[in-house]
């Protein structure tokens, strides 16, 4: 059990350190990800909205020349589809961020208990300060990643989530007075 204590004690700090940093990379690489994503349906969702209008005198549903037809609701589904895969990805990233601290207080526990195991003076400081510098490394990290996560991919997962409720319930609307007009 000392051997496994030891070599928690070692490592755990470089661990957290090498965890934070490969996360923070991916949490901003996705977040890069998502926010391209999101320009393309924003894009898309505005051609796609100027195709289709509602007269606002008579209800009728005006279906404007789209100069760029390739624009369809499948198209935007597509775009969803993916921009959802992404967002899997971010929670994936963003359930790992409570690791942290979780590392934190192993580090803590094996100093502690290795503190008691020190014969000198010298060892019950290491254990300490492995004690100590490890709920520090991994509170810091728990909290940029936090702070990361909260203003930057959830923000925008959030805003696109938003878009294409809006545009989901125009084309339904849409169709809905289509229908109408057709039954009478």
Request: aromatic share 6%.
């Amino acid at each position: 059990m000392t051997d496994v204590l030891q070599v928690i004690k070692e490592n755990i700090n470089l661990v957290i350190l090498l965890f934070g940093a490969l996360l923070t990379a991916l949490l901003l690489f996705n977040g890069s990800k998502l926010s391209s994503h999101k320009s393309r349906i924003e894009e898309a969702v505005s051609r796609r909205n100027k195709k289709w209008a509602v007269n606002p005198i008579d209800g009728a549903v005006i279906d404007e020349d789209d100069e760029d037809a390739s624009i369809t609701p499948d198209t935007i589904r597509q775009y969803e589809r993916d921009f959802n895969k992404d967002c899997a990805m971010h929670n994936v990233f963003s359930q790992l961020i409570p690791v942290f601290p979780l590392m934190g207080i192993l580090g803590t526990v094996a100093g502690l208990m290795l503190e008691t195991n020190a014969a000198d003076i010298e060892g019950m400081m290491a254990s300490v300060d492995t004690a100590l510098s490890s709920t520090f490394f991994g509170l810091v990290f728990a909290i940029l990643l936090k702070i990361i996560d909260a203003v930057f991919p959830s923000k925008i997962i959030e805003d696109v989530e938003v878009m294409l409720d809006d545009y989901s319930k125009k084309i339904d609307i849409a169709d809905m007075i289509q229908k109408m007009k057709t039954n009478n």
